[in-house]
């Protein structure tokens, strides 16, 4: 079992700034590739960001490129998702999702194995 459990959202400005975290505990964290998600009201939930078990490898959607980051502290069981200029169609439910199986990248959610709670990102104009 792994229990992932995010932080950091909350409601801003246009432009504005906002880190989130993802604290794991669980199995083994360090050998999990680790996904970012979104879900705004009435659509699907959508792939974000991703990053590799050891960090060198991270992909982004492509409405985030260059705005967003993802990191992880691997000693401290965290990974983190710093967002930077912020938009109006960034508001949204985020939520961290680990991967169990080893693979390559994906961006289907539904090779995720386990989620987190969701945080609550609003952006306002």
């Known amino acids: 079992q792994v229990q992932l459990v995010e932080s950091g959202g909350g409601s801003v400005q246009a432009g504005d700034s906002l880190r989130l975290s993802c604290a794991a505990s669980?199995?083994?964290?360090?050998?999990?590739?680790m996904g970012w998600f979104r879900q705004a009201p009435g659509k699907e939930r959508e792939f974000v960001a991703y990053?590799?078990?050891?960090?060198?490898?991270?992909y982004y959607t492509d409405s985030v490129k260059g705005r967003f980051t993802t990191s992880r502290d691997n000693a401290k069981n965290t990974v983190f998702l710093q967002m930077n200029s912020l938009k109006p169609e960034d508001t949204a439910v985020y939520y961290c999702?680990?991967?169990?199986?080893?693979?390559?990248?994906?961006?289907?959610?539904?090779?995720?194995?386990?989620w987190g709670q969701g945080t609550q990102v609003t952006v306002s104009s």
């Open positions: 999702a680990v991967r169990i199986t080893y693979g390559s990248f994906t961006w289907n959610r539904f090779e995720y194995d386990y």
């Open positions: 669980g199995r083994s964290f360090s050998s999990r590739d």
């Open positions: 990053i590799s078990r050891s960090g060198a490898m991270t």
